[in-house]
């Protein structure tokens, strides 16, 4: 769930920038014409523009087990000349203080209710009006602090208000990214445009967000509530986080205890002044406001009319969203500012007032429908692609409940026009300085479709207001939560970070060992006779563990993200790990990442004869099972150890960092006792168990080291000793007991369960433990128990230190629950 419903359409207008039917960009601002890209240009620019938000991890959509979408955006860029610009700016100013006003009467003094100026039923039944929050107050002097608006060029070229976002506004974040990667992928162009920055509003929101603290925060500290990644804008969220320095929390991560609100942090709660949620309001508090709400903070309300938080935007503000406010702002503003309405909305009718009414069910052929209230399945009705059966029943529905109901004027329909049909340009603005600050220019969306939605396929664009003059330097802006760098992480920021270093190490485990498979079957699954056959087949065997063994093919383990033990498995749930806790980690994290995908998609598309899975037909001389394989192992490895590389050299060795090390540490562990046991218990023959040791040794990068410090002869007890006992080599079970001492430091839950296998480590005579006829009874007895040990200390340590909050609900959609209507 998310936060603010986008809804966003312009029907097609008629040129000019950001209009509905988008033309072809004006260069003649440019100082040489001849720099203006031709097409060729701007089509090697989108095709660097997708690879860079694939690269940086930009998505939309909900986290789903096939993976978040795309985020789209085509470079060629929106311009708007300062003057147009200057005035749309003036017109946004004064349309968020308006929006301000009738807020703050709505939930105080209620005059413009009471002098019929504002409907009452059009406030009171609207489902963003939420008396739980009657006559509370933000500091800072606006209660409105964060707006967006919808706009979209009318059939004359002029600027028109077919929404307010008001609910939390999302797109922010989008818009940034937006602008970093046009102004890569088209440097050039980009370095010659004198245009106003977008920096200045995120300062300004920084300072807006400590403003609104409370008297008794000398230091706010302020954090952005999230529903997850179950947020359709989640990677909106947490860049906007990461933009800000904020904490990116959950409502599991927050409590109420005596009348503050406090983040969980590990082993200790930290006082929360400010709260930036991407919540809706309904589910922000479970005992006040949606019961049953897991999204929110049980108590937050109370501790709102207590004083001791602010939350931005202010819950019971979506009331304003109600389209039905289009209709009464142009009197609202010559009442309330004593001025005329500088942006209009295309003619509105709410259909709770009886003329409106009458007016409404004699033009449904003509106008656009719209429910008062975004719910799923609900959006805009376009009256004209009715039938006359279909408007009989829609005039039904209105008739039975006018009150839900609002209708617009198209204020442009162009069916025929060459290019995208649809066009809309969301602004932003945030409370600054007594007044309110714009963002320079916003986000642009295209569709071909009459309905502009993320969802459907609609494309971004950045937009460039123009300038005759050099940006001004900013003042340096206070940064917010001077607390953060010493602070801890809530657990499940923790336990995020622990699992994403161990599925990164279960990938490359898995990884590793399949491009020795891959090589040993190149070699001999042509002559099943020969040793290296014979230990090629203990190899295969043990690529599955016995509870998920599946009879994959070798494709399948490689590729297959439904295979349990498959590479492609383990960096699914690696990406959705990170995605979770993209404000802890470098940007450069997901760069890798991205390459690995696309390699693997690649390599999925390829038309491959069949393998035969892991019964090994070694007779088999058409390769089929391997083909191809050998270079997407080796390029997920270089991205593993890329991610790998910017962990330890690009975070900070906090907590956050520990965990993250202690599960790579805990993994590792478990899988070289694992794969020791899977292949080295059973006594071979000689040549078959030196296939076997080389093997081993190689999957577990630490072949070289091994041949320069044992003889040649070296077999199973210098095995033993490399892998399990050398607490100098980074590969060893020595070694990661080592690192998890220092990262989790005196953890009394996991600590006499590692002390354990110290123990039997200390124990273990390799050449004692490899001795005898047949099986090998005491290693397998040794490695079963420290498999077991590590098993229960990582299940200790998650039970101690993890929160594990009950399944988030992913609800309608933030950005796109009224893009599924058509805005006239």
């Given amino acids: 769930m998310g936060t603010d419903a986008s809804g966003v359409v312009g029907t097609g207008a008629s040129g000019g920038a950001g209009g509905g039917a988008v033309s072809a960009p004006d260069w003649s601002w440019l100082p040489d014409p001849d720099d203006a890209p031709d097409r060729a240009r701007l089509a090697r620019a989108r095709d660097e523009a997708e690879r860079l938000l694939a690269d940086h991890g930009v998505t939309y959509g909900a986290d789903r087990p096939e993976g978040a979408g795309p985020w789209r955006l085509d470079p060629e860029p929106v311009t708007i000349d300062e003057a147009e610009w200057s005035a749309l700016d003036a017109a946004l100013v004064q349309r968020a203080e308006l929006l301000d006003a009738v807020l703050a009467d709505v939930y105080g003094a209620r005059r413009l209710l009471a002098d019929s100026l504002l409907p009452p039923t059009a406030v009171?039944?609207?489902?963003?009006?939420?008396?739980?929050?009657?006559?509370?107050?933000?500091?800072?002097?606006?209660?409105?602090?964060?707006?967006?608006?919808?706009?979209?060029?009318?059939?004359?070229?002029?600027?028109?208000?077919?929404?307010?976002?008001?609910?939390?506004?999302?797109?922010?974040?989008?818009?940034?990214?937006?602008?970093r990667v046009v102004a890569q992928v088209l440097a050039d162009v980009y370095r010659q445009a004198s245009i106003q920055r977008l920096g200045p509003f995120f300062r300004a929101m920084r300072t807006a967000l400590r403003d609104v603290a409370p008297p008794h925060a000398e230091q706010p500290r302020v954090v952005l509530l999230t529903a997850g990644p179950a947020s359709e804008t989640a990677f909106d969220q947490a860049y906007l986080a990461s933009m800000l320095g904020l904490p990116l929390v959950e409502g599991s991560d927050l409590v109420v205890r005596d009348g503050r609100l406090w983040m969980r942090s590990l082993g200790e709660l930290e006082a929360v002044d400010v709260v930036l949620r991407r919540v809706d309001a309904q589910w922000c508090?479970?005992?006040?406001?949606?019961?049953?709400?897991?999204?929110?903070?049980?108590?937050?309300?109370?501790?709102?009319?207590?004083?001791?938080?602010?939350?931005?935007?202010?819950?019971?503000?979506?009331?304003?969203?109600?389209?039905?406010?289009?209709?009464?702002?142009?009197?609202?503003?010559?009442?309330?500012?004593?001025?005329?309405?500088?942006?209009?909305?295309?003619?509105?009718?709410?259909?709770?007032?009886?003329?409106?009414?009458?007016?409404?069910?004699?033009?449904?052929?003509?106008?656009?429908?719209?429910?008062?209230?975004?719910?799923?399945?609900?959006?805009?009705?376009?009256?004209?692609?009715?039938?006359?059966?279909?408007?009989?029943?829609?005039?039904?529905?209105?008739?039975?409940?006018?009150?839900?109901?609002?209708?617009?004027?198209?204020?442009?329909?162009?069916?025929?026009?060459?290019?995208?049909?649809?066009?809309?340009?969301?602004?932003?603005?945030?409370?600054?300085?007594?007044?309110?600050?714009?963002?320079?220019?916003?986000?642009?969306?295209?569709?071909?479709?009459?309905?502009?939605?993320s969802s459907s396929g609609a494309v971004a664009k950045d937009v460039w207001v123009l300038s005759s003059q050099e940006a001004p330097d900013e003042a340096a802006e206070p940064v917010l939560g001077g607390r953060r760098a010493g602070s801890g992480i809530s657990p499940r920021t923790a336990e995020n970070l622990w699992w994403m270093g161990r599925y990164a190490e279960r990938a490359e485990g898995a990884a590793r060992v399949l491009r020795v498979v891959v090589d040993r079957w190149d070699d001999f699954h042509a002559r099943p006779r020969t040793a290296g056959a014979r230990a090629l087949a203990v190899l295969v065997s043990g690529l599955e563990p016995d509870d998920e063994r599946t009879g994959a093919s070798l494709r399948e383990l490689v590729l297959?993200?439904?295979?349990?033990?498959?590479?492609?498995?383990?960096?699914?749930?690696?990406?959705?790990?990170?995605?979770?806790?993209?404000?802890?980690?470098?940007?450069?994290?997901?760069?890798?990442?991205?390459?690995?995908?696309?390699?693997?998609?690649?390599?999925?598309?390829?038309?491959?004869?069949?393998?035969?899975?892991?019964?090994l037909r070694l007779a088999d001389e058409d390769g089929a099972a391997t083909a191809g394989l050998r270079p997407v192992l080796d390029e997920v490895l270089e991205g593993l150890l890329a991610v790998a590389g910017i962990a330890s050299e690009g975070l900070v060795r906090d907590i956050g960092w520990r965990f993250l090390d202690a599960g790579r540490r805990v993994e590792r562990a478990q899988h070289v006792v694992e794969h020791l046991r899977a292949t080295l218990v059973e006594r071979r023959a000689a040549a078959v168990e030196s296939q076997l040791v080389d093997s081993v040794v190689l999957a577990h990068d630490s072949s070289i080291t091994f041949r320069r410090r044992y003889a040649s002869t070296a077999s199973v007890p210098e095995v033993l000793d490399l892998l399990l006992l050398d607490p100098t080599n980074p590969r060893s079970v020595a070694f990661s007991l080592d690192r998890l001492a220092d990262d989790l430091g005196p953890t009394p839950a996991a600590a006499h369960l590692l002390g354990g296998v110290a123990d039997l480590l200390a124990e273990l005579d390799p050449v004692a433990a490899s001795a005898g006829e047949g099986r090998r009874e005491r290693l397998d007895e040794t490695l079963d128990s420290i498999g077991w040990r590590l098993r229960q200390a990582a299940d200790e340590i998650e039970r101690a230190a993890f929160v594990r909050p009950g399944p988030s609900r992913a609800l309608?959609?933030?950005?796109?629950?009224?893009?599924?209507?058509?805005?006239?």
Avoid: K
């Avoid at 999302?170 to 602008?179: F, I, N, P």
């Fill in 124 to 179: 009171v039944s609207h489902g963003g009006f939420l008396r739980a929050v009657d006559g509370l107050r933000l500091p800072g002097g606006r209660e409105l602090v964060l707006t967006a608006t919808d706009l979209v060029r009318d059939g004359r070229g002029a600027w028109t208000a077919v929404a307010d976002r008001t609910q939390a506004p999302s797109g922010a974040g989008y818009a940034m990214e937006g602008r």
């Fill in 285 to 453: 508090d479970p005992l006040d406001l949606r019961t049953g709400s897991r999204l929110g903070v049980p108590g937050l309300v109370r501790t709102l009319r207590a004083g001791n938080v602010s939350v931005v935007n202010p819950l019971g503000a979506s009331v304003l969203e109600n389209p039905a406010l289009l209709a009464y702002l142009p009197r609202l503003a010559r009442t309330v500012l004593d001025a005329d309405l500088l942006l209009p909305s295309p003619p509105t009718w709410w259909c709770g007032d009886p003329s409106s009414l009458q007016h409404v069910l004699g033009r449904l052929g003509d106008l656009a429908l719209l429910p008062s209230e975004r719910r799923a399945g609900t959006g805009l009705v376009a009256g004209w692609e009715l039938d006359a059966a279909q408007r009989d029943e829609l005039a039904r529905r209105i008739a039975a409940e006018p009150w839900l109901w609002t209708a617009q004027e198209p204020s442009h329909r162009d069916e025929t026009h060459d290019g995208p049909r649809a066009a809309m340009l969301r602004t932003f603005a945030v409370a600054h300085r007594g007044s309110y600050a714009v963002m320079a220019g916003g986000l642009a969306r295209v569709s071909d479709e009459p309905v502009v939605s």
């Fill in 560 to 615: 297959d993200a439904r295979t349990p033990a498959s590479v492609a498995a383990s960096l699914r749930r690696l990406s959705s790990a990170a995605a979770a806790v993209r404000d802890q980690l470098s940007s450069d994290t997901f760069g890798p990442l991205a390459r690995i995908d696309r390699v693997l998609r690649s390599e999925r598309a390829r038309r491959r004869p069949a393998a035969d899975g892991l019964e």
């Fill in 812 to 824: 309608e959609d933030p950005w796109d629950a009224a893009d599924e209507q058509e805005r006239p």
